[in-house]
Nanobody, 123 residues
Framework: QVQLVESGGGLVQAGGSLSLACAAS????????IAWFRQAPGKEREFVAA????????YYKDSAKGRFTISRDNAKNTVYLQMNNLKPEDTAVYYC????????????????WGQGTQVTVSS
């Protein structure tokens, strides 16, 4: 059974930092692209960042470039999202997702999802 468990969310002031983690089990981790998506109240789920299954190439939403960093530790089956200089518009539930294929920012292509972790940025 595949499980993705997010951790690290919380409340932070604008300009602050948070680090999210996504721990995976039940899948061949190195063969999966892992991505972070987020969903704010009343809005569509949107792509934030991804790290590819081969080569560790990284991809980011434009507004995340220069502020967020995605990384993976294949030995720990864990992906991290370091978020710096957070803004109130970053407030959302952040979801970790995995797919057994190359990178895409299209959410329906991801087969496995975590339950999400809340990130709240106060102004």
């Amino acid at each position: 059974q595949v499980q993705l468990v997010e951790s690290g969310g919380g409340l932070v002031q604008a300009g602050g930092s948070l680090s999210l983690a996504c721990a995976a089990s039940g899948l061949f981790f190195v063969r999966h692209t892992i991505a972070w998506f987020r969903q704010a109240p009343g809005k569509e789920r949107e792509f934030v960042a991804a790290i590819s299954w081969i080569g560790g190439n990284t991809y980011y939403k434009d507004s995340a470039k220069g502020r967020f960093t995605i990384s993976r530790d294949n030995a720990k089956n864990t992906v991290y999202l370091q978020m710096n200089n957070l803004k109130p518009e970053d407030t959302a539930v952040y979801y970790c997702a995995a797919r057994g294929g190359p990178y895409t920012d299209y959410a329906p292509r991801y087969e496995y999802w975590g339950q999400g972790t809340q990130v709240t940025v106060s102004s």
